[in-house]
């Protein structure tokens, strides 16, 4: 069986490295926010090319607190509208809805997947103080003309680059593109951690100070509570291994590149529709996402082959019972995408042998 995404594999790589980073915050006594955390976070920072890295304890925490900490700062009020796309992961809405803030779904582009930039401007209302652009599967959402239109409004730009780490938009990287991002470590995310992680990058000083002290009980200093706060924090272990695999993050991405140029030149098949993208920096393919019309009748075949793929996403979020006020809602772009995508492997550690193996039984698909 090919694995959709071999962890223990990834993982393996490192092995030496991670266990003696271990065995060094073992021995250290200190096991929350300290040395490794404060490293990494300048190593991250540096990485986007924004002032300031904060660890927190997800990628949903990471939005969660950066809405909260414009709450804390006046810059949006409960009852705020905030744009985001209505195919993304269902975590970016629940960072909206958790503040209180309200969302409002927009229809994505079929060939990025990204959000549609022609439909902003017909949804904002006086009520719209924010949007959150996801570069959904790794691909950058094209931050110039989105950045143009979140001016004109006046619209605070927060990124979910939960799955974007090192994607750029005309030379700048994802993180550093808005006026805040958050970050997933999840493990099966580009950099992944061995448990849950995230982080929020910014080059606002207000915020980042703000974000500091929420994800820490809403406290500078010990016992002394200005805000109410969170308990949100990157650990040193994850953070220790989160600086072992940034190092090797841009040679992981070149791979996967590599593993999508692939596909896309050696994928021919009438049936089956390829992503498209705009150059080789804005992508960092954390998926390879295909469509065809009977998905889950190539599911089942691609399974038979001994090939695993996953659906992202089966259900999209106005669909869902956590949303029942929107189950009635049509989205047809969005509903037509969850019908039709199917992710085939991608990753650092997918041999060429294997992907040689998927091109050839997606070649022989006939329906
Ligand atoms: C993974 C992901 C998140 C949430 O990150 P967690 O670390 O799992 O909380 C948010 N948004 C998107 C687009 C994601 O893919």
Known sequence: MIKFLDLQKINAQYKEELVNISNQIINSGWYILGESVKKFEQQFADYCGTKYCIGVANGLDALVLILRAYIELGRLKKGDEVLVPA????????AISENGLTPILVEPDEITFNIDLSQIEKVISSQTKAIIPVHLYGQAVDMTTLGQIASKYDLLVIEDAAQAHGACHEGKRCGN???????????GKN???LGDGGAIT?????????????RNYGSKEKYHNQVIGYNSRL??????????????????????????KRYSTEIKNPLISLPMWKDDDSHVFHLYVIKTQNRNHLQEYLNKKGIQTVIHYPIPPHKQQAYAKWNNLS???????????LSIPISPVLDNQDVTKIIEAINAYNG
Not at 178 to 187: E, L, N, Q, R, T
Not at 202 to 214: E, F, I, K, P
Not at 331 to 340: F, L
């Open 331 to 341: 989205y047809p772009v969005t509903e037509k995408i969850h019908q039709e995508v």
């Open 235 to 260: 650990d040193e272990l994850q953070a220790g291994f989160l600086s072992i695999k940034l190092s090797s993050l841009d040679k992981d991405t070149s791979q996967r590149r590599k593993i999508a």
């Open 177 to 187: 593109l808005g006026d805040a991002a958050g970050f997933s470590f999840y493990p």
């Open 202 to 214: 910014t080059n606002d000083t207000a915020l980042a100070h703000m974000v500091r002290v929420l």
């Open 87 to 94: 195919n993304t992961y269902i975590a970016t809405i629940l």
């Open 191 to 193: 950099l992944g951690a």
